[in-house]
């Protein structure tokens, strides 16, 4: 009996030992890229923001060659192998940015904006542009300011090339 009652303790211990243990383990923090919904948001963010940046009159200069593409390619943005890629780097570039999945493959950020001669005022158009996408989208603040801060870090590569 005696022993019995033991094992029963011993058990009853272990169990809230473990339990409790399990209970004090903080949660692991979510990555941005989950709290932003994963591939599938942040892709509907890309096709937004590309509509976005399409129909600003500050960024006609240096997408002009882009929108010929998609011209040349009977005005449909899913037939221009050039807006597609673009797509597809945008929504890779912030996945593996935001701790998704994904790999970026394309060319690096200086390589990318070579010759351009992106002003600041540019650069900030581009980035309402985005704010404008995600808004739509209802992305929490919290969230935005995580994105832009990322993405903005690379604004040095990206400015005056
Ligand atoms: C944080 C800001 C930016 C990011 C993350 C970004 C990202 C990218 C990426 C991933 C590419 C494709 C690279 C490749 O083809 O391998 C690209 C290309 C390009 N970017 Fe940016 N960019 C940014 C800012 C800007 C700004 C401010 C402008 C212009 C005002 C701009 C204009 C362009 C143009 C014109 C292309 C080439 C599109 C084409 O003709 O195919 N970018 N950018």
């Not at 945008?90 to 394309?106: E, N, R, V």
């Not at 650069?123 to 209802?138: C, E, I, T």
Request: glycine share 8%.
């Amino acid at each position: 009996m005696i022993r019995k009652t033991w094992a029963a303790t011993l058990l009853l211990a272990g169990t809230l030992a473990f339990t409790g243990c399990k209970k004090d383990e903080p949660a692991a923090p979510k990555s941005l890229y989950d709290r932003l919904g994963g591939v599938n948001a942040i892709s509907a963010v890309v096709d937004q923001f590309m509509l976005n940046v399409a129909a600003d009159p500050k960024m006609a200069r240096t997408f002009a060659p882009l929108v010929q593409d998609v011209v040349k390619n009977g005005g449909d943005p899913a037939k221009s192998t050039r807006f597609q890629s673009l797509r597809n780097n945008l929504i890779d570039q912030i996945g593996q940015a935001s701790g998704g999945p994904q790999t970026y493959k394309g060319k690096d950020m200086v390589t990318a904006h070579k010759g351009m001669a992106i002003t600041d005022d540019e650069f900030n158009s581009l980035v309402n542009d985005l704010v404008a996408s995600l808004n739509k989208f209802n992305v929490p603040s919290t969230e935005q300011t995580e994105l832009l801060t990322v993405l903005g870090g690379l604004k040095p590569q990206i400015v005056g090339k």
